[in-house]
């Protein structure tokens, strides 16, 4: 009596083994060495979202990053597992000489592909327009107005009085303390880009603003933003986003985050020693000179 033929693993079932094993093995090391494996794990999570939020506009983006980054990994992961297990169930087999039963439409399956990413694709659209709408909302009262003016290849930034024409101070963007825009906590900053008609295109990007917005030669851009009060005291790197030239790598800023009343005292401060460091228009005369007898 002849024994039932001996079946083998699958290469697939092998190489998932092996990829498993590799994967327990460098665990294994790592913990060895000393490697700190759970927070490395978190700084690759971490990696996988945009930089932390410092704005109320910039939230509102992260929480839509959020939402697309769940429902981009649900679909991942469902699609990746139907297709592991129709390799596991249909593989070939020793003595397989045959094609299996050959499916010719199935409307169940055709309606999930179709109505599913509808109601995907139409969700995602809905959730974009509301946070587009916030994020590019323009205040007609801002409490703090600056203008941005870019040009190759530096910042300078002025900043605004309340009827949003006279200009205050006007302060150039080196990077350090003594430059840059300085911005208060807690209230609605409208922010003016320009650039001269002769200059070339820049961006206005600050990573942790989640948030970029192009400068463009003869128009102006504006938006609002309000930093979060509890980030007070401060500094986040901004740079130009758009290749302008040969000096685009140092054409960087810092905005510097302050409570409101701190900033209301550094504006006034810089305002007085603006005012004062202007010369006055020289008196005019109202008499005439005499005519010569």
């Avoid at 939230?59 to 990746?80: G, H, K, S």
């Avoid at 999930?112 to 509301?130: D, G, Y």
């Avoid at 001269?196 to 600050?206: G, K, Q, S």
Wanted: proline share 6%; with cysteine; net charge negative.
């Amino acid at each position: 009596m002849s024994s039932p033929p001996r079946t083998r693993p699958s290469t697939v079932a092998l190489t998932a083994i092996a990829i498993g094993a590799i994967v327990l093995i460098a665990v294994v090391i790592a913990v060895a060495v000393g490697v700190d494996v759970i927070k490395y794990g978190e700084t690759f999570v971490t990696g996988l979202y945009p930089p932390q939020a410092v704005t109320e506009q910039g939230q509102a983006i992260r929480d839509l990053y959020t939402i697309v980054f769940l429902i981009a990994v649900a679909v991942f992961f469902v699609v990746e597992s139907l297709i592991l297990w129709s390799v596991i169930r249909y593989h070939r087999k020793p003595g397989d000489d045959t094609l299996p039963p050959q499916t010719h439409g199935n409307n169940i399956a055709e309606a999930v592909w179709t109505i599913v990413p509808t109601i995907i694709v139409a969700f995602l659209f809905v959730i974009s327009w509301q946070t587009l709408n916030v994020v590019d909302a323009v205040s007609a009262t801002p409490e703090t107005r600056i203008v941005a003016h870019a040009g190759q290849f530096q910042w300078s930034f002025d900043y605004l009085a309340d009827d949003g024409e006279t200009v205050l101070f006007s302060q150039l963007a080196p990077i350090g303390d003594d430059g840059g825009m300085n911005v208060p906590t807690g209230r609605t900053i409208q922010l003016s880009l320009t650039v001269n008609e002769n200059d070339v295109l820049h961006a206005f990007y600050v990573p942790q603003f989640l948030f970029k917005r192009d400068v463009v030669p003869g128009r102006v851009n504006k938006f609002d933003f309000k930093v979060d009060e509890d980030q007070a005291g401060q500094t986040f790197r901004g740079q130009c986003a758009e290749l302008c030239g040969a000096g685009h790598s140092i054409m960087l800023f810092d905005v510097h985050a302050m409570t409101a009343a701190d900033f209301d005292a550094w504006l006034k401060e810089k305002a007085d020693a603006a005012a004062a460091a202007s010369p006055s228009p020289a008196a005019s005369s109202d008499a005439s000179p005499s005519p010569a007898p």
